[in-house]
């Protein structure tokens, strides 16, 4: 996985925020409700907010496999007691501090799954209710990636042809703001 990583997206560890900016021309955002409201307060709202990511994510798994890559952060380079039900990856320090109390590490686990609509409607709830952040889900070649968060999710594809395409199509998820936040 971390040799496939590195060929694709070499300028940015596997951290989901840190990918934006690198890779700015393959990049997309779209939010999980109208107005680019950030909460579900409903069983109607959370309906369209699992709507927008699983639609997506067939977009750009249907069919295939797909790796669900899951942070645990920690100020501790050790392994955390608890960790995801996954296989461990990779721990990378991700805010290097001459203090060791202000360092941060990101210890990373994957599982490996067929891509399903729906198959991750729980951990997608969870996220879009902030309880759990900083998820990939990506194909097994790593080509494409999809990283959602509370309010939406950011969206990695194979090329600025690719994006438009996928951005023009749900061009109604888009922010209204220039920057694409």
């Known amino acids: ?12 560890p596997p951290v989901g925020y840190k990918l934006r900016d690198p890779y700015r021309d393959v990049w997309v955002r779209f939010h999980s409700l109208p107005e680019s409201k950030r909460y579900a307060e409903d069983e109607g709202e959370y309906a369209v907010v699992l709507e927008r990511y699983n639609t997506v994510l067939d977009e750009l798994f249907a069919g295939m496999d797909v790796y669900v890559i899951t942070p645990v952060w920690t ?3 050790s392994l955390p007691p608890h960790q995801p039900d996954a296989g461990y990856w990779q721990s990378l320090l991700v805010r ?21 609509h ?48 996928m951005r023009d199509r749900h061009a109604i998820w888009l922010s209204s703001r220039p920057t694409g936040l």
């Open 1 to 12: 996985m971390t040799e496939l990583w590195q060929q694709r997206w070499p300028l940015c």
């Open 75 to 77: 100020t501790d380079p």
């Open 96 to 116: 290097d501090d001459p203090d060791p109390e202000f360092r941060t590490y990101c210890h990373l686990f994957a599982s490996r799954r067929p891509w399903q």
């Open 118 to 165: 729906g198959c991750i409607n729980e951990t997608l709830r969870d996220i879009a209710d902030d309880k759990v952040a900083g998820i990939l889900i990506t194909d097994i070649l790593m080509r494409r990636i999809h990283h959602p968060y509370d309010g939406g999710a950011d969206i990695f594809l194979t090329t600025p042809q690719e994006r438009d395409r």
